[in-house]
């Protein structure tokens, strides 16, 4: 290899590799310790003289303990039943009102848009408290249909702005011609546009699911009873209790509550990134 190669070899190595390694590292690193802590007893989580990166007495005791002293399955399905229904429901309000707002032309379309976003600013701190009353009203406050009813609130100002920003990528033109065939307004969303944006429609859903899972406060608030919680709810009421951590059960909590999300990820990656920059270059 010539000095000109090496040299060249060497800042690009310095220049994309080791950022990209020390990047991934910081990254990782709270899934692996989640991992590598889960299966610790706990006198190996306290004691200094071994290794904190590597177990050396591995025990599945957390995760029994999770999944037979505790309603975590029960959290699991809650939560899968509240992200995938929610996601569903704001992703066909998005759908429409991002269709809407990116090719149809009306009185307010510009302040509509203005008001969806500004509506998503507004923090949930803020908002609980009168969503409890609306949700007391509609007789689910304490079922887990409450956060279906809730979620969509934030999911759906979002997601739209993501929607309409995908929508004005694609030409307009396909769909006049669509149109100008026969076809209906309705039938050249469906037929023409629509397949043109699931990447805009993946990278959505996944962030729709991805709060959904995530979400704390409303299902603290809104949801009391133990059965009808969802993960992040049930394991901090369960597995905290004033200042006792159960960390074992609460770290093997915590990254079986990651991989679903992480899965999801991992299998539209392609469709994410493509969402993400559609309208990057693009007005």
Request: aromatic share 16%; proline share 6%; hydrophobic share 55%.
């Amino acid at each position: 290899m010539t000095p000109r190669k090496m040299t060249t070899t060497l800042a690009r190595l310095l220049s994309v590799y080791l950022p990209v390694a020390v990047v991934l590292v910081v990254m990782l690193m709270p899934f692996y310790w989640m991992l590598v802590t889960s299966f610790k007893t706990y006198k190996e989580m306290f004691d200094l003289s071994v290794s904190p990166f590597f177990p050396t007495m591995p025990t599945f005791e957390h995760y029994v303990h999770l999944w037979s002293k505790t309603k975590f399955p029960t959290w699991l399905w809650n939560t899968t039943y509240v992200a995938v229904s929610s996601t569903a429901i704001a992703m066909v309000i998005s759908i429409l009102a991002g269709y809407s707002l990116a090719r149809l032309r009306y009185r307010g379309n510009s302040f509509l848009s203005l008001a969806i976003f500004v509506t998503y600013l507004v923090p949930t701190t803020l908002l609980f408290i009168p969503m409890a009353e609306v949700v007391s009203q509609l007789r689910l406050l304490g079922k887990t249909e409450a956060l279906i009813a809730v979620y969509p609130t934030f999911l759906v100002p979002f997601c739209t702005w993501l929607m309409m920003a995908y929508f004005r990528t694609i030409p307009v033109e396909l769909e006049e011609c669509a149109m100008v065939d026969g076809a209906t307004r309705w039938q050249a969303l469906w037929k023409v546009t629509l397949p043109l944006a699931i990447p805009g429609v993946v990278t959505a859903g996944i962030f729709a699911f991805t709060l959904s899972w995530n979400e704390f406060i409303y299902g603290l608030v809104l949801v009391t009873r133990e059965s009808a919680r969802t993960i992040p709810v049930g394991v901090l009421t369960r597995l905290v209790q004033g200042d006792l951590y159960f960390w074992g059960p609460l770290m093997a909590a915590a990254f079986l509550g990651s991989v679903p999300v992480a899965v999801l990820y991992s299998f539209f990656v392609d469709q994410y990134v493509a969402g993400l920059t559609a309208g990057a270059v693009k007005g």
